[in-house]
C-alpha cells in the first residue's frame, strides 16, 4: 500500500484537460513543498515532469501544471495529447526518516 | 550529456545477494546523492534509500532496513546498491536516479536494471 493515493486510472480525450490528485498527510505532502511528478511511458524510463510542486524542468510541455491544496497535490495536463497517455506518479518528500514516498501511480489512457 | 549506465540483468536464487552498480557520467558525481528506486512488474515505483556521494551517508527506507547497502566509489564515479536475502518478490526493475540541484527531486535516472529471484 503507498503511501500516497492516486487514482488508479484516467481517460481523456484529446485536447481536453484532466487532473491526477495525490493525496498524502500532514506528515508528507501537507508538510512541505516538496512534490514532484513523473511520467512513465510502458517499458521506458521514469521521466521528471514538476518539481517543488509547480515548476517544470527545461524541455517540459506548459501543458503540464502543479499544484497543493493542504494534503492533496494535483498534476493538471491540458491539451491532452496521444502521447501523453503514460503512467504518472506522484513524490513527496516524508521527513528526514522516510524521506521519498511514492504514489501508486495514475494509468492515463487518452482515447 | 548527463548519463547513469547500471549493470546488467541478474538472476539470483532465494537467499541470494544481489549488487547493482550505477557509473555516471557528465556531471560531477560528488556533487548530487544518488537514489534506488525499485519497480516490480506491473506495480508502482518504491523508493529504496539514498546516499550521498561525498560523506557516504546513507538514508534507507524502513521497508529494507537491515537488507539493503548502498555504497559508492567516488575514484570510478559509481554508485552500488547491494540486496541481501533475497525474496521472489524482491523481482523488479532497479533504478538509480540523480538527485536534482536543490535535492528535491530526481532528474536523471538510469536505464534500469532488471533482477529476477527465482528458484
Known amino acids: 500500500q503507498s503511501a500516497l493515493t492516486q487514482p488508479a486510472s484516467l481517460s481523456g480525450s484529446p485536447g481536453q484537460s484532466i487532473t491526477i490528485s495525490c493525496t498524502g498527510s500532514?506528515?508528507?505532502?501537507?508538510?512541505?513543498?516538496?512534490v514532484s511528478w513523473y511520467q512513465q511511458h510502458p517499458g521506458k524510463v521514469p521521466r521528471l515532469i514538476i518539481y517543488e510542486g509547480s515548476k517544470r524542468p527545461s524541455g517540459v510541455s506548459d501543458r503540464f501544471s502543479g499544484s497543493k491544496s493542504g494534503n492533496t497535490a494535483s498534476l493538471t495536463i491540458s491539451g491532452l495529447q496521444v502521447e501523453d497517455e503514460a503512467d504518472y506518479y506522484c513524490?513527496?518528500?516524508?521527513?528526514?526518516?522516510?524521506?521519498?514516498?511514492f504514489g501508486g501511480g495514475t494509468k492515463l489512457t487518452v482515447l | 550529456q548527463v548519463h547513469l549506465v547500471q549493470s546488467g540483468a541478474e538472476v539470483k536464487k532465494p537467499g541470494a545477494s544481489v549488487k547493482v552498480s550505477c557509473t555516471a557520467s557528465?556531471?560531477?558525481?560528488?556533487?548530487?546523492?544518488m537514489n534506488w528506486v525499485r519497480q516490480a512488474p506491473g506495480q508502482g515505483l518504491e523508493w529504496m534509500g539514498r546516499?550521498?556521494?561525498?560523506?557516504?551517508?546513507?538514508n534507507y527506507a524502513q521497508k529494507f532496513q537491515g537488507r539493503v547497502t548502498m555504497t559508492r566509489d567516488t575514484s570510478t564515479s559509481t554508485a552500488y546498491m547491494e540486496l541481501t536475502n533475497l525474496r521472489s518478490d524482491d523481482t523488479a526493475v532497479y533504478y538509480c536516479?540523480?538527485?536534482?540541484?536543490?535535492?528535491?527531486?530526481?532528474?536523471?535516472w538510469g536505464k534500469g536494471t532488471t533482477v529476477t529471484v527465482s528458484s
Open positions: 500532514s506528515r508528507d505532502v501537507g508538510n512541505y513543498n516538496l
Open positions: 536516479a540523480r538527485d536534482c540541484d536543490g535535492g528535491d527531486c530526481m532528474d536523471v
Open positions: 557528465g556531471y560531477t558525481f560528488s556533487g548530487y546523492s
Open positions: 546516499i550521498n556521494p561525498i560523506s557516504g551517508g546513507t
Open positions: 513524490c513527496a518528500y516524508a521527513g528526514s526518516r522516510k524521506f521519498w514516498v
